[in-house]
């Protein structure tokens, strides 16, 4: 079982950042897959990026090029850097991991609201 907590998120203006952090309770080094989804207002939950353990990353076509997944294997945390946000970048997020590295992430944290606005 791994626990994710993911404190953050907030209102910010259309064109600024933010950051997410998602901590872990477990080394982050033997999780095959972690990354992000998010869910806007009567939408489904979408993917956003993912990175493996190896280090490799996978991002949604909407969030390419403004959006940067990492991580801090010593703090167990892995991060989601969102630059140039727009209004259409408001949902929670959700951060997850997946045992088998893939997409289909098992464990799930309680999500974290990102509101994009002036």
């Known amino acids: 079982q791994v626990r994710l907590v993911e404190p953050g998120g907030g209102l910010v203006q259309p064109g600024g950042s933010l950051r997410l952090s998602c901590a872990a309770s477990t080394n982050i080094s033997g999780i095959p897959a972690m990354g992000w989804y998010r869910q806007a207002p009567g939408k489904q939950r979408e993917f956003v990026a993912l990175?493996?353990?190896?280090?490799?990353?996978n991002y949604a076509d909407a969030v390419k090029g403004r959006f940067f997944i990492d991580r801090d294997k010593a703090k167990n945390t892995v991060y989601l850097q969102m630059n140039s946000l727009n209004v259409e970048d408001t949902a929670v997020y959700y951060c997850?991991?997946?045992?088998?590295?893939?997409?289909?992430?098992?464990?799930w944290g309680q999500g974290t609201q990102v509101t994009v606005s002036s």
């Open positions: 997850g991991a997946d045992p088998f590295g893939t997409t289909r992430f098992k464990y």
């Open positions: 990175i493996t353990s190896g280090g490799s990353t």
